[in-house]
């Protein structure tokens, strides 16, 4: 019975670290890809991603205005404040052509998503 405290000790010790290492890999995002948005206008046309991938994406705003990057088909909406970066993950649908845009403003910030 002496040692019993011991192994309970060690056995929480492990499952700590299990969830720790459980979170830790899950809030690690995936592929690292950015976007930049300046002048109302998107750094890119056509987005270029691999199906069923997860992507932690990089958002940019170089205006002085708020930005937003809604990519449906992925469940992806963010809004970026002014002269801000932000960052959000994502998993790529299936293959197809999609769109990504700017909520605030869709007529100049909508761009292709081509996922293969
Ligand atoms: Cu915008």
Not at 64 to 83: C, L, Y
């Amino acid at each position: 019975m002496t040692h019993a405290r011991p192994v309970r000790g060690l056995v929480l010790v492990l499952g700590l670290t299990a969830v720790i290492l459980l979170v830790s890999g899950c809030s690690r995002g995936g592929e690292k890809i950015a976007l930049q948005a300046q002048g109302l206008k998107w750094n890119t046309t056509n987005l270029q991603l691999k199906a069923k991938t997860r992507y932690t994406l990089s958002v940019a705003n170089r205006d002085g205005t708020k930005h937003n990057f809604t990519f449906k088909a992925a469940k992806a909406n963010k809004d970026v404040d002014k002269n801000q970066t932000t960052k959000l993950n994502f998993t790529a649908p299936g293959p197809g052509t999609y769109q990504f845009y700017c909520k605030y403003h869709p007529a100049q910030m909508t761009q292709t998503v081509t996922v293969s």
